[in-house]
């Protein structure tokens, strides 16, 4: 299977989207809609996964919907992502800098920590903001305008995935299109509401 042309070593990272921050946090219903459409592409596209919990024994696990086949999940404490065992995954996956999207929760906390480590370790971060939420949702402009400060790239789901093939003649374009055409309706309704800056 062809590699993404236009980026050499892309992953999506899924940030503690857990079944007790369900009815918390604003719009979650669109982040997990936005994720399951990023896992289903990677899939298509051979880009590797990685998905955290936030202290799974107290808040649960990751969201069912999400689950199914089940996710490379790292349970951790801490709020970034960018644990010593994920840490050491990228490495023995690569050598080379990531080109690493990030959705999930919460977007001032976990997300803007997990974009900063990655950031100071010389990846490329991108945010996708159709994907990211707080329990607060004003808190997302202010992370997702200091993000974009600090060098990550804020930018939609659909967007990355155009750019993470880079050329409609690749194997995978044709299913890539086809799921985005099948979730148009869901992106839409992410887009109007959580990509309002």
């Given at each position: 299977m062809a590699r993404p042309h236009r980026f050499p070593n892309p992953a999506l990272f899924i940030c503690d989207i857990q079944e007790k921050f369900r009815p918390a946090i604003f719009e979650y219903g669109k982040v997990i809609s936005t994720a399951q459409k990023m896992i289903r592409a990677c899939n298509t596209l051979s880009i590797p996964v990685y998905a955290t919990t936030q202290s799974a024994s107290r808040l649960g696990p990751i969201c069912s919907e999400l689950n199914d086949p089940p996710l490379y999940t790292i349970d951790k404490t801490a709020f970034s992502m960018l644990v010593p065992e994920l840490r050491y995954t990228l490495a023995e996956r690569s050598q080379m800098p990531y080109q690493i999207a990030i959705v999930g929760i919460e977007?001032?906390?976990?997300?803007?920590?997990?974009?900063?480590?990655?950031?100071?370790?010389?990846?490329?971060?991108?945010?996708?903001?159709?994907?990211?939420?707080?329990?607060?949702?004003g808190e997302r402009v202010v992370a997702l305008s200091r993000l974009r400060a600090e060098g990550a790239i804020v930018t939609s789901s659909e967007s990355f995935l155009y750019e993470c093939m880079g050329d409609a003649s690749i194997p995978e374009f044709k299913a890539i299109a086809g799921l985005v055409?099948?979730?148009?309706?869901?992106?839409?309704d992410a887009v109007q509401t959580l990509c309002k800056m």
């Open positions: 977007t001032h906390i976990c997300v803007t920590q997990t974009a900063l480590d990655l950031l100071s370790e010389g990846h490329r971060v991108y945010v996708l903001t159709d994907g990211v939420s707080s329990c607060n949702g055409k099948e979730t148009k309706e869901s992106t839409r």
